[in-house]
């Protein structure tokens, strides 16, 4: 019942139709495929393709498993999110794979002028005129792929390890944001059987260089250095749930009420919180006793969930997740854990909380906090 995110370190796009060129502080990463017409080098089709490098600390991820998932069931997803998609076929994939070559992200930005090669490029792997991506007599287990047939100057686009690939799927009318399973990824650099150089997310080889200009697909997702609340993000989920109410009476009848506490307002990104969940009936029924039967804490059901939403766009944080956001419980009452790290500063958020009471699905919106720079 735990969800805690990491954010990029570095993370750069490739682009064939720019092979020199870097975009380490550009504010959108893409997969897309294009064409290139103005290129006087090449005569006829000029097929273009694009591939986001990204990359996540080693030391944080090592110090999450050590301190924090230790033993627990754990998944790992990568989240990205689109500032722009158009050309969409029926179904698009993206795939998404573990690097197998460093590189350094640079500090240009897409079509500088002049052009900044201070990092990776399409050719090179850390910047201009250095280190090349490997691109044939690939070691064992990598991989890289190019399209050098139609055009002489497309050959890098990073180097990959072929086990442990992930992809996302999408049709045109569902949700384009990445959510992808890369757990295989991680648990390869955790046993360090992949040295973690980060990941390439690109399109699928169907689509990438595409011969038909009318299949053009354009996939753009915001970066690490977007002015927004959607950088990428590497979301750790694991369950380390706990259901053992005591004495406690289950909470059985609606309508309900279902507050929190333990609330102060404001966080530290750097902080983690115990949210108490404190629920009685709306309605208690007559009993004979000393207290109040209005301060009469009840447990809610294990199957119970909590969620977070940006007050102001009502965007999902954290989504509900029969796993991994199932409420607690102990002999005072429910509660969940909230790591505040992957949730942006000067930000306000909202606690939902979903229950089931018989045949009744609750679904509640409770208090708010912010998360405060200082």
């Excluded at 750069?12 to 502080?25: E, I, K, R």
């Excluded at 360090?192 to 009318?214: K, L, M, P, T």
């Amino acid at each position: 019942m735990a969800i805690y995110k990491l954010f990029p370190t570095a993370d750069t796009t490739l682009y064939s139709g720019y092979p020199n060129a870097n975009t380490g502080l550009d504010e959108i990463l893409e997969a897309t495929t294009n064409y290139l017409i103005h290129n006087p080098t090449v005569v006829g089709e000029n097929p273009q393709a694009s591939r986001i490098l990204l990359q996540f600390s080693s030391a944080e991820i090592n110090s999450l498993f050590e301190n924090k998932i230790k033993n627990f069931t754990w998944e790992a997803d990568l989240r990205g999110f689109t500032a722009n998609v158009t050309g969409l076929s029926s179904t698009s994939t993206i795939n998404i794979n573990a690097l197998a070559e460093s590189w350094n992200m640079g500090t240009g930005k897409f079509l500088d002028l002049p052009e900044n090669q201070s990092g990776a490029s399409w050719t090179y792997s850390q910047y201009g005129g250095g280190a090349k991506w490997t691109t044939s007599s690939y070691a064992a287990g990598t991989t890289g792929s190019y399209n050098i047939d139609t055009n002489p100057l497309s050959a890098g686009g990073g180097t990959w390890y072929t086990q442990a690939e992930a992809s996302y799927t999408f049709q045109y009318y569902t949700d384009p944001d990445i959510v992808a399973n890369i757990t295989p990824i991680v648990t390869n650099w955790s046993s360090s059987a992949f040295d973690n150089y980060g990941i390439i997310v690109r399109q699928s080889a169907s689509q990438e260089f595409v011969s038909n200009i009318n299949e053009q697909t354009t996939i753009k997702y915001f970066s690490r250095d977007t002015h927004t609340v959607y950088p990428p993000q590497l979301e750790f989920k694991w369950d380390d749930h706990v259901y053992n109410t005591g004495s406690l009476e289950l909470l059985s009848t609606v309508p309900a009420i279902i507050e929190i506490s333990n609330n102060p307002g404001t966080f530290y990104g750097d902080s983690v919180n115990r949210f108490r969940v404190n629920s009685r009936p709306q309605y208690p029924p007559r009993t004979y006793q000393t207290s109040s039967i209005y301060t009469q804490n009840y447990a809610l059901p294990e199957e119970s969930y909590y969620s977070i939403k940006d007050v102001y766009t009502n965007e999902v944080a954290i989504s509900y997740d029969s796993t991994y956001t199932k409420l607690s419980s102990d002999s005072t009452g429910s509660y969940f854990d909230l790591y505040f790290n992957g949730l942006q500063p000067e930000r306000y958020y909202r606690i939902e909380i979903k229950t089931t009471i018989g045949d009744t699905v609750l679904v509640v919106d409770t208090e708010e906090f912010k998360i405060s720079n200082k």
